[in-house]
């Protein structure tokens, strides 16, 4: 059974940076696409960055620029680099784990991590 478990959230000042990990568990960590999502107050879950196991990324237009998204195989864990950070990044941030193929396995869910920017 897969597990994705996600650490690094705070609470960060205007123009700060938090970088979140996430490691994963129980996976081919190599036959996943890795990402990261996040879902503020009243809003609907939205696509930050994710990342192939060949390292091709594909990042939101709202955090371009800003944040960075890595994987390193290895330790079966993928970060999201988040710098010059805005109060609008406030939200809970989830990781995700999407197999390449329905054959591999199923969708990963982290717990979700707070991150919390101030003015």
């Known amino acids: 059974q897969g597990q994705l478990v996600e650490s690094g959230g705070g609470l960060v000042p205007a123009g700060g940076s938090l970088t979140l990990s996430c490691a994963a568990s129980?996976?081919?960590?190599?036959?996943?696409?890795m990402g990261w999502y996040r879902q503020a107050p009243g809003k609907q879950r939205e696509l930050v960055a994710r990342i192939t196991p060949e390292g091709s990324t594909n990042v939101a237009e709202s955090v371009k620029g800003r944040f960075t998204i890595s994987r390193e195989h290895a330790k079966n864990t993928v970060y999201l680099q988040m710098n010059s950070l805005k109060p609008e990044d406030t939200a809970v941030y989830y990781c995700?784990?999407?197999?390449?193929?329905?054959?591999?396995?199923?969708?990963?869910w982290g717990q979700g991590t707070q991150v919390t920017v101030s003015l």
């Open positions: 129980g996976i081919i960590f190599s036959l996943y696409v």
């Open positions: 995700n784990a999407e197999p390449l193929s329905p054959w591999v396995g199923i969708d990963y």
